[in-house]
């Protein structure tokens, strides 16, 4: 079954640090570009930044490129979104989407991320 599961969320102080896994089934993560969403309540989806097969330079959106970095490892077929420095205002379902050389991209479930207090 070709699928995406994101993993650890969770709650979190303001100032903590998390570290989100996506991680591959079915298919090989290594020949897609990874990307990361969010989404907070009552708001759109938000793309986070992205990571080409190579892994060398993620590109992140220029306002959380200081405290959000994308990474992956194509032996564990899995993709990392590590959170720093959290505020309340990063509370949001984040995901992670695969997009494949040929075939339709591929979403996770998401994982929550809850920053508070």
């Known amino acids: 079954q070709v699928q995406l599961v994101e993993s650890g969320g969770g709650l979190v102080q303001p100032g903590g640090s998390l570290r989100l896994s996506c991680a591959a089934s079915?298919?090989?993560?290594?020949?897609?570009?990874m990307s990361w969403y969010r989404q907070a309540p009552g708001k759109g989806r938000q793309l986070l930044g992205f990571?080409?097969?190579?892994?060398?330079?993620?590109d992140i959106l220029d306002s959380v490129k200081d405290r959000f970095t994308i990474s992956r490892d194509n032996a564990k077929n899995t993709v990392y979104l590590q959170l720093n420095n959290l505020t309340p205002e990063d509370t949001a379902k984040y995901s992670c989407?695969?997009?494949?050389?040929?075939?339709?991209?591929?979403w996770g479930q998401g994982t929550q991320v809850t920053v508070s207090s």
């Open positions: 079915g298919f090989n993560l290594g020949t897609s570009v």
């Open positions: 989407k695969a997009s494949r050389p040929t075939g339709r991209d591929i």
């Open positions: 990571i080409k097969t190579g892994g060398d330079s993620p």
